[in-house]
């Protein structure tokens, strides 16, 4: 809680010279020729996130379920900003099938890869499961965006060396991460389908998957280190906003919490600073596994700074993923 009135209360700009009040505009430079892809791009954060970068020079790659609403995100960059690059493509983060398959169209195209933005988001309410039998809010937020990292790694590698353009990953979390504690993966496997009524709570699963998007993070950062690849992965907390998602939340409590602070929450400009600064900015060149919020770096959890974590879920996760990478 403390954390997160911390968010809502901030405003002064700190060692970046940003701070929760900074917009995305603000944050951004000018980016030249380089291709960006973000997920989660049609509304809300991730969709302000792609204005932005469109606006400062970058070739975009808007990843969608629904191609229609793509489309409509794409008009309406395009409305604003003449001769804006931006390219429409399906792809269900729940499904791996559907990872695959978008990963092979995007090499198709034969395009360089310098930015990569997790952005996408999901809170079930109910219990439900994928095409590939994992619980759905794991599959979208975490698993989909791990296999589409790792499928889209070798191109970003190689786009950094053949530019000298630092490749970077970006991993749209929240502060929500430090609800949850516990084995997440012993969790996992407690509401499988036949525990799916007694054990399945939405706010547990969906702060399991925030907490395992700086968890990846973590551990790929250290794999690219490794492997001395110019590439750079880490994790943000965007600040309290109102969105699409926090929208399907819709309630009593939920109404009452925005109307008291509404005053005190971020727009959606605000929102995607943090997301834009990481991506952009160039006094991060070389910063990984990091996790930021308000434009600066920030802690995190216990569980979340947890090396062992970090390690055991990379190896669970590329077990439900190896068969198909």
């Given at each position: ?31 030249g ?7 989660g ?10 204005r ?99 499928l ?9 060396r ?124 070389g ?24 390690e ?14």
């Amino acid at each position: 809680m403390f954390e997160e009135l911390r968010y809502l209360m901030g405003g002064s700009a700190g060692a970046s010279g940003f701070g929760s009040k900074s917009t995305a505009e603000q944050v951004t430079p000018e980016l030249g020729s380089i291709t960006a892809i973000i997920t989660g791009a049609t509304s809300g954060i991730g969709a302000e996130t792609a204005r932005v970068l469109a606006k400062r020079g970058a070739r975009l790659v808007l990843p969608a379920r629904s191609l229609k609403a793509a489309g409509e995100a794409r008009a309406r960059i395009r409305g604003e900003i003449s001769g804006a690059e931006i390219i429409v493509m399906a792809l269900d983060l729940s499904s791996m099938a559907s990872v695959r398959c978008f990963v092979s169209e995007f090499e198709r195209l034969r395009l360089p890869l310098h930015l990569l933005i997790n952005n996408a988001g999901k809170f079930s309410r109910e219990y439900a499961v994928s095409e590939d039998g994992v619980e759905m809010t794991f599959a979208t937020n975490h698993l989909g965006h791990f296999l589409l990292t790792n499928l889209l790694l070798k191109k970003m590698i190689e786009t950094a060396r053949e530019t000298s353009i630092e490749g970077r990953i970006v991993n749209v979390s929240s502060s929500l991460h430090g609800w949850y504690h516990g084995d997440g993966i012993d969790y996992l496997g407690l509401i499988g389908k036949s525990h799916k009524k007694r054990n399945y709570n939405e706010s547990h699963a969906y702060a399991l998957t925030k907490l395992a998007n700086i968890l990846h993070a973590k551990e790929l950062s250290t794999r690219l280190k490794e492997m001395n690849a110019n590439v750079t992965i880490n994790s943000v907390h965007p600040g309290i906003v109102r969105t699409r998602l926090t929208r399907e939340r819709e309630g009593f409590l939920t109404d009452l919490f925005f109307f008291l602070a509404s005053k005190l929450v971020k727009s959606i400009p605000q929102a995607a600073a943090t997301t834009c600064y990481v991506a952009t900015n160039p006094n991060l060149a070389g910063v990984s596994g990091k996790y930021f919020a308000d434009c600066n770096e920030a802690s995190t959890s216990k569980l979340a700074g947890s090396k062992s974590e970090a390690e055991k879920l990379w190896k669970f996760s590329e077990e439900m993923t190896m068969k198909k990478l």
